[in-house]
């Protein structure tokens, strides 16, 4: 299975001289991004000569070397014959892209014989193949990105996903590059009417560059195999089941074949109970987990310590806390003894640690120590204290103090430092605020960004509640 992340060679069966659809946006991206392995095109209508891109148009796969990969981008009723030919010249590897198929059901069941006869003739010769319906697959720090969609731009992560849906693999990448937390590898595998999602967890749980797994389905088959796999894996797994209303259980009937019926639904609340998997209920959730799990070290607990320079802020962030299972619990008497040393008499005296316009409380050794008392008797600590990056909202005069800018390089200057702290204590920091240029260096700093108190708290109530089961 490693080829289909690392091929050294691959096939487009089905490249197209026109300048959009799945092949063009392929081969595009694979050129853009500077794949490193052979590539060669095949159109059945190939001239004599003739280039595409570069690259020389063979006809039949058959007149090229064996490859590592073939993306199969051919009309439905051409995929088997194109599967013999692959199997004749050696081929063991194959994402179909090609459509209509087992998400033809409610209308045409000979087509979902046909992927019948497909499975059984692949798996004769051994060829293992993704799909059909499906859209590509990506490893980022190999910069191999063979995904029919957007190109993004994103970071190498530890996270890496597994999807039945193509524009949910297309979203995880966006919301990955969005969150610059970044992903590892990406497959979606539609139909998967031959690897499916269990092939690719068990997987990733050997693959030494991935931390956490991420699983997004919209039904569930082989319920017992599953359950068995996700008792067994020794890495977190984050799962987005969708598909659970009358109306989205008939879209992924058409969409994936995915039979998201109710029994269903109670088959995954029974993984959930079975297992030690992460339930979330959007992709969005699904990164922001990911990013906790990934970057912070594990929690020992869910007393919380809050520092915050606005008391609404505080609030928020503690209904958010509680809301996600969390304790805000109430300051010691002798870290209150301590912080009374540091910060001005009027100070919230509590927990949310709220310092208001205490202007030495953010002198870099102050603040520094008020982070070490919080957590001196926190399990986790949340900064609720935004540098707000985007200049543009604010009306200031080039005459006056921007005091936002000095608190931006307080932080700036001592983000490492935080780090540090986390590295001496074993214990997260999560910070709320937008994305941009801080959230980059928070997270280059192991210290996960969320801009809402519910996101915030969410993921951390995740992580903490995946610690606790996973201890059982």
Known sequence: MDKFFNPESLVI????????????????SLIYKKYKGKIYLVNANARHGEQLKGFPLYKNVKEIPCVDLA?????????????????EV????????????????????????????????????????????????INVPESFYALFGPRVKIEPGACSYVSRGGTAIA????????????????????????????????????????????VYTEGISNGTEMVKILKNVSKPVIFYKSGHSNAGMRAALSHVGAIAKKGTNEIYKGFI?????????SIIEMVDVAMAISLAPPPKGNRVG???????????????????????????????????????EYWSHNNPVDVTDGNEAYLPQNILKIFRIILEEFDALFIVAPVFEDDSIFDVSPNEVNFRKMYQQVVKDNIKKYKKIIDEVQKPIFVLGDRGEFSKL????????????QSLARAYGAYYHYIKNREK
């Open 442 to 453: 928070f997270i280059k700093n192991n210290i996960p960004v969320y801009p809402t108190f």
């Open 71 to 87: 993306y199969i981008i051919v009309p439905g009723r051409f995929v088997k014959s194109v599967i013999e030919d692959c199997i």
């Open 306 to 344: 809050i520092f915050t320079y606005g008391g609404s802020l505080g609030v928020m962030m503690s209904d958010a806390a509680e809301d996600n299972g969390l304790i805000v619990g109430k300051l010691s008497r002798n870290q209150i003894e301590t912080l009374n040393k540091i910060l001005p």
């Open 13 to 28: 069966i089905g490249a197209s001289r026109k300048n959009w659809g799945a092949s063009n946006s392929i081969l595009t």
């Open 273 to 281: 109970r079975q297992t030690k998997i992460i339930p979330v209920n």
């Open 90 to 137: 050696g081929i063991k590897n194959a994402s179909i892209i090609s459509a209509g198929f087992k998400e033809s059901l409610l209308y045409n069941k000979q087509k979902v014989e046909l992927e019948q006869e497909i499975v059984e003739l692949a798996r004769k010769h051994d060829l293992r193949f993704v799909g059909p319906n499906c859209n590509g697959i």
């Open 171 to 214: 979203n995880i990448l966006i919301q990955s590059s969005l969150s610059g937390f970044g992903a590892n590898k990406l497959i979606n595998i539609g139909d998967q009417a031959d690897l499916t999602v269990q092939d690719f967890i068990e997987y990733y749980d050997k693959d030494p560059t991935t931390k956490v797994i991420g």
